[in-house]
């Protein structure tokens, strides 16, 4: 019996917090199946994945990066995703691609706020995921406290599959708990040694091993009753289960090793095989065609359709980056783009590594490659068959909170400026351009200080062009502190003709966002008697929309607020969908000037290391930038600091920390929503 190709292929992603080192597993993954024939090394920018030049400048990972290896007769495509919350949206669209993905922890730090941010994502996309915990051989490394970190901050259940062999700087191997063996690495060799379980750990070993087979059992019934039948579980019995387990999310299979000294990859890369799905073992895609849903199966005989995750302009050509999902596309193809409703012709199909190509005559279900040919696809498109229209459901994309001002130092380079700033947006939705109507500037939106450093650095070094930067702003939002209750308004317009008459009452009342109406704005109507007919309330909710686009304490736009239509007069001839709309825009614009009126304000979750001799001045530093501590604690001679902190107080903070401990501090941040800000707040920005 022939067996189904997609029963080989492994789509999946790396996840970390930064500094994890994630690139690292990437790197020695790609070195250990013969991918690559030289480790690469983030320190000495010579990694394949790191290959910008401001991710090897920067030690860091910015833009997802797609390679494609194979080892024990699978393709693994595999994407290495940016850890730093910045470029948190380069992750949201990796992960609405992928059948799975490898977590790796710090051994010595655990779960670190964006190894939490990350999980968080892949649980709302069900993405299936083992963990690898990393470096060790660092020391205060310890495979149980990271465990435990799994448990209690990811509310995970761990599925520890192997016990370490030797501790820090005598990290040698690992016991493969399942098959009880041991798997050594000796110094300069790369592949490990199989051998017997050492002696000294055999009871650990057998320990161990019996609590594994308790829990799988607990949780998978095939497992259960070969458990309670013999007491004990087979090989093959246990590694179904697990098997199962991760597949379903009901449990995350737990691996160590050190990835810089090329230690525990090998297993890691059986658990990927093993344990992780293949495209046909995850639900079929689902997506949308004249309001009715259908389904399209992982079958390359299938109607063609892909998703669009990302674009790349590069010196050769636009890159468009697909998931083909179902059906086969081939170069030269013409294909649908459902949402823009216009076709397009694929040029060459590439298969990736990182900013390396090799040319494909064609794609089929479950792969992922990118494209050449493509004019108005962006990240989020559906591709499909002309024939067979479908349209999928988009990544989301995140709302950016920090914005600068920026500007062409010659006048003449304000054309090529604007050309950039677009083909920047283009490739990275989570950036926004827009022209600020009072003062004519040019206004380039973001996740971050950091986020928009690279996005402004990239077109001085990619386009030539010298650009002046204004001090970075935040995205303020304004709410309902105390509302009103019947607030009347009517609109009469008659200047010849057919006139216009609205009249609506309308309650306004603060509301929290975290009881329904994802978008922080409720609307309902209890007019009763058909004062106002149906489809006029319709009109009065898309007025009320519109009049949330700026505030009255400064422009800002207003969230958190329920709108309740309570009364309301119509006019036999003049009444109309408009009529109701524009009362519906300027009454609440109105009702929120008589309302009792908030300034919001972004706030994040920082999480300061620093040298315990340096505790006192960095606490100091916080509350002067209005920070709250929520946590202490004590890590491997460390503090580790945990605060809440408006993100218009951070701005320099790095070179601030830096300064304040000569270079040992470190800190992480991650948003956490709104606040109220203080009545001395620049109301003015925007």
């Given at each position: 019996?022939?067996?189904?190709?997609?029963?080989?292929?492994?789509?999946?992603?790396?996840?970390?917090?930064?500094?994890?080192?994630?690139?690292?597993?990437?790197?020695?993954i790609?070195?250990?199946?013969?991918?690559?024939?030289?480790?690469?090394?983030?320190?000495?920018?010579?990694?394949?994945?790191?290959?910008?030049?401001?991710?090897?400048?920067?030690?860091?990972?910015?833009?997802?990066?797609?390679?494609?290896?194979?080892?024990?007769?699978?393709?693994?495509?595999?994407?290495?995703?940016?850890?730093?919350?910045?470029?948190?949206?380069?992750v949201?669209?990796?992960?609405?691609?992928?059948?799975?993905?490898?977590?790796?922890?710090?051994?010595?730090?655990?779960?670190?706020?964006?190894?939490?941010?990350?999980?968080?994502?892949?649980?709302?996309?069900?993405?299936?995921?083992?963990?690898?915990?990393?470096?060790?051989?660092?020391?205060g490394?310890?495979?149980?406290?990271?465990?435990?970190?799994i448990?209690?901050?990811?509310?995970?259940?761990?599925?520890?599959?192997?016990?370490?062999?030797?501790?820090?700087d005598?990290?040698?191997?690992?016991?493969?708990?399942?098959?009880?063996?041991?798997?050594v690495?000796?110094?300069?060799?790369?592949?490990?040694?199989?051998?017997?379980?050492?002696?000294?750990?055999?009871?650990?070993?057998?320990?161990?091993?019996?609590?594994?087979?308790?829990?799988?059992?607990?949780?998978?019934?095939?497992?259960?009753?070969?458990?309670?039948?013999?007491?004990?579980?087979?090989?093959?019995?246990?590694?179904?289960?697990?098997?199962?387990?991760?597949?379903?999310?009901?449990?995350?299979?737990?691996?160590?090793?050190?990835?810089?000294?090329?230690?525990?990859?090998?297993?890691?890369?059986?658990?990927?095989?093993?344990?992780?799905p293949?495209?046909?073992?995850?639900?079929?895609?689902?997506?949308?065609?004249?309001?009715?849903?259908?389904?399209?199966?992982?079958?390359?005989?299938?109607?063609?359709?892909?998703?669009?995750?990302?674009?790349?302009?590069?010196?050769?050509?636009?890159?468009?980056?697909?998931?083909?999902?179902?059906?086969?596309?081939?170069?030269?193809?013409?294909?649908?783009?459902?949402?823009t409703?216009?076709?397009?012709?694929?040029?060459?199909?590439?298969?990736?590594?990182?900013?390396?190509?090799?040319?494909?005559?064609?794609?089929?279900?479950?792969?992922?490659?990118?494209?050449?040919?493509?004019?108005?696809?962006?990240?989020?498109?559906?591709?499909?068959?002309?024939?067979?229209?479908l349209?999928?459901?988009?990544?989301?994309?995140a709302?950016?909170?920090?914005?600068?001002?920026?500007?062409?130092?010659?006048f003449?380079?304000?054309?090529r400026?604007?050309?950039?700033?677009?083909?920047?947006?283009?490739?990275?939705?989570?950036?926004?351009?827009?022209?600020?109507?009072?003062?004519?500037?040019?206004?380039?939106?973001?996740?971050?200080?950091?986020?928009?450093?690279?996005?402004?650095?990239?077109?001085?070094?990619?386009?030539?062009?010298?650009?002046?930067?204004?001090?970075?702003?935040?995205?303020?939002?304004?709410?309902?502190?105390?509302?009103?209750?019947?607030?009347?308004?009517?609109?009469?317009?008659?200047d010849?003709?057919?006139?216009?008459?609205?009249?609506?009452?309308?309650?306004?009342?603060?509301?929290?966002?975290?009881?329904?109406?994802?978008?922080?704005?409720?609307?309902?109507?209890?007019?009763?008697?058909?004062?106002?007919?149906?489809?006029?309330?319709?009109?009065?909710?898309?007025?009320?929309?519109?009049?949330?686009?700026?505030g009255?304490?400064?422009?800002?736009?207003?969230?958190?607020?329920?709108?309740?239509?309570?009364?309301?007069?119509?006019?036999?001839?003049?009444?109309?969908?408009?009529?109701?709309?524009?009362?519906?825009?300027?009454?609440?614009?109105?009702?929120?000037?008589?309302?009792?009126?908030?300034?919001?304000?972004?706030?994040?979750?920082?999480?300061?290391?620093?040298?315990?001799?340096?505790?006192?001045?960095?606490?100091?530093?916080?509350?002067?930038?209005?920070?709250?501590?929520?946590?202490?604690?004590?890590?491997?001679?460390?503090?580790?600091?945990?605060?809440?902190?408006?993100?218009?107080?951070?701005?320099?903070?790095?070179?601030?920390?830096?300064?304040r401990?000569?270079?040992?501090?470190?800190?992480?941040?991650?948003?956490?929503?709104?606040?109220?800000?203080?009545?001395?707040?620049?109301?003015?920005?925007?």
């Amino acid at each position: 019996m022939r067996t189904n190709p997609l029963t080989t292929v492994r789509n999946l992603g790396i996840l970390a917090h930064v500094d994890a080192g994630k690139t690292t597993v990437t790197e020695r993954i790609l070195y250990t199946t013969g991918t690559t024939h030289k480790r690469g090394e983030v320190h000495d920018g010579t990694t394949v994945t790191d290959f910008d030049p401001q991710e090897r400048d920067r030690g860091i990972t910015i833009f997802a990066a797609a390679v494609s290896c194979t080892w024990a007769g699978h393709r693994i495509n595999l994407i290495d995703t940016p850890g730093h919350v910045d470029f948190a949206d380069e992750v949201e669209r990796s992960l609405r691609v992928l059948d799975g993905a490898v977590a790796v922890f710090d051994a010595v730090a655990g779960v670190e706020p964006q190894s939490e941010s990350v999980w968080r994502q892949a649980d709302r996309h069900g993405v299936p995921r083992i963990a690898f915990v990393n470096k060790m051989d660092r020391a205060g490394a310890d495979l149980d406290t990271a465990v435990a970190s799994i448990r209690e901050r990811l509310h995970s259940v761990p599925l520890v599959v192997q016990l370490p062999i030797g501790t820090e700087d005598g990290f040698t191997g690992v016991v493969d708990l399942p098959r009880m063996r041991a798997l050594v690495w000796a110094d300069g060799v790369d592949t490990a040694e199989e051998g017997p379980v050492p002696d000294a750990l055999r009871e650990e070993a057998a320990r161990r091993r019996r609590l594994l087979e308790e829990v799988v059992a607990e949780r998978h019934p095939g497992a259960l009753e070969e458990f309670c039948d013999r007491e004990t579980l087979t090989a093959a019995t246990l590694t179904g289960a697990l098997r199962d387990l991760t597949r379903t999310g009901d449990g995350v299979v737990v691996l160590c090793g050190s990835a810089y000294r090329n230690r525990g990859v090998e297993p890691l890369l059986d658990a990927v095989v093993a344990y992780l799905p293949a495209p046909l073992d995850v639900p079929a895609v689902r997506g949308t065609h004249d309001g009715t849903e259908q389904e399209r199966p992982a079958d390359p005989a299938a109607p063609m359709a892909a998703l669009a995750f990302k674009v790349n302009a590069t010196p050769t050509g636009r890159l468009t980056y697909l998931r083909v999902y179902s059906g086969t596309i081939e170069k030269g193809d013409t294909v649908w783009d459902a949402g823009t409703r216009r076709t397009e012709r694929v040029g060459r199909i590439l298969r990736v590594r990182a900013d390396r190509h090799d040319p494909l005559e064609r794609a089929v279900a479950g792969d992922i490659v990118a494209v050449v040919g493509l004019k108005s696809a962006r990240a989020g498109s559906t591709l499909c068959a002309p024939g067979a229209p479908l349209l999928l459901e988009p990544p989301g994309v995140a709302e950016p909170v920090v914005h600068v001002a920026v500007e062409a130092r010659r006048f003449t380079d304000t054309d090529r400026l604007a050309s950039a700033l677009a083909r920047l947006t283009e490739e990275d939705p989570s950036l926004a351009v827009r022209t600020d109507p009072e003062t004519g500037q040019t206004v380039l939106s973001g996740m971050g200080e950091l986020h928009l450093e690279v996005a402004v650095e990239r077109v001085r070094r990619e386009h030539g062009l010298e650009v002046t930067v204004g001090r970075p702003g935040v995205a303020y939002r304004e709410t309902v502190g105390e509302g009103v209750t019947g607030f009347v308004h009517r609109h009469v317009k008659q200047d010849g003709g057919a006139g216009q008459f609205a009249h609506v009452v309308l309650d306004v009342e603060p509301w929290e966002p975290d009881t329904g109406g994802g978008d922080g704005f409720v609307f309902r109507s209890t007019v009763v008697g058909g004062r106002v007919p149906q489809e006029y309330v319709r009109a009065v909710e898309a007025g009320c929309r519109d009049a949330l686009a700026e505030g009255p304490l400064g422009g800002h736009p207003v969230t958190g607020l329920r709108v309740t239509l309570t009364d309301g007069q119509t006019h036999v001839k003049d009444s109309s969908d408009t009529a109701f709309r524009t009362a519906g825009r300027f009454g609440l614009r109105d009702a929120l000037r008589a309302s009792e009126m908030v300034l919001l304000e972004p706030v994040v979750e920082v999480t300061v290391t620093v040298p315990e001799d340096g505790l006192g001045g960095v606490l100091g530093d916080l509350a002067a930038r209005r920070g709250r501590v929520t946590g202490s604690d004590a890590r491997g001679g460390a503090a580790v600091v945990t605060a809440t902190v408006p993100l218009a107080e951070l701005f320099g903070y790095a070179t601030r920390l830096r300064s304040r401990t000569q270079g040992r501090g470190t800190f992480t941040a991650r948003p956490t929503g709104y606040a109220p800000a203080p009545t001395t707040a620049p109301t003015a920005a925007r």
